[in-house]
């Protein structure tokens, strides 16, 4: 069965660094999502992506994350410059977009980042 | 401002009995509501969607129940086993493509 991947699965990274994380989402979908969950609280939402471009993003996605889609199987989420409140698992979801508001989202199983 | 309560944080339950899970929503006006199956350190897993003009939705052991006017979906898992244990994700869509997700309640089946 197709499935999301994500790499690295942890990442650890010194406050100010940049940070790039990496998905594949299912080949055939055309909606891509990112996610976080901070340790213990609720999964938020992020930035979806469709027909390379941002579709919507949350108030979280502030100018210190971007999104990229470099080639035909990966999608990106990059973080400038980290804060230690970055530290979360980050969710990529991707679905297949056919009838908007009513895909099924598949997520992958994530990246731990720590942020010392 | 917007909620979204499910309401035990952690239920146990004897094996065989029927799971019954809450999640209550504010300020939300849903085209759609999902369940997903959380396991610790994985990613949340699609289990049903419900539309907000469906009273409810099965499949296999496990039932969906949405009251727009209560404001209110019911999730249950009849005949539980003790591989169901796991944190259970209520998420609401507005019509957009992102989902909100309610804190979870962390269900644990007792043989």
């Known amino acids: 069965e197709p499935e999301v991947t994500q790499t690295p699965s942890h990442q650890v990274t010194q406050m100010g660094q940049e940070v790039i994380l990496r998905c594949v989402p299912i080949?055939?979908?055309?909606?891509f999502y990112w996610y976080r969950q901070i340790l213990g609280q609720k999964v938020e939402f992020l930035v979806s992506?469709?027909?390379?471009?941002?579709?919507?993003k949350s108030e979280i996605f502030d100018d210190q994350f971007s999104v990229e889609r470099p080639d035909g199987s990966n999608f990106t989420l990059k973080i400038r410059s980290t804060k230690l409140e970055d530290s979360a698992m980050y969710f990529c979801?991707?679905?297949?977009?056919?009838?908007?508001?009513?895909?099924?989202?598949?997520f992958g199983p994530g990246t731990r980042l720590t942020v010392l | 401002s917007q909620k979204i309560e499910q309401n035990s944080e952690a239920l146990n339950i004897q094996e065989g009995k029927t799971a019954t899970l809450t999640c209550n929503y504010t300020?939300?006006?849903?085209?759609?509501l999902q369940w997903y199956r959380q396991d610790p350190g994985r990613g949340p897993v699609f289990l049903l969607l419900?539309?907000?003009?469906?009273k409810e939705k099965r499949k296999e052991r496990l039932k969906v129940t949405f009251d727009t006017t209560l404001k209110q979906s019911l999730f249950h898992i009849t005949a539980s086993q003790p591989a169901d244990s796991a944190t259970y994700l209520c998420a609401l869509g507005t019509g957009a493509n992102n989902l909100f997700f309610g804190t979870g309640t962390r269900l644990t089946v007792i043989p």
């Open positions: 979801a991707s679905s297949e977009g056919r009838t908007s508001g009513l895909d099924t989202q598949y």
């Open positions: 419900i539309r907000e003009n469906e």
């Open positions: 080949s055939n979908h055309l909606y």
């Open positions: 300020n939300y006006s849903p085209a759609y």
């Open positions: 992506f469709y027909n390379n471009e941002i579709s919507e």
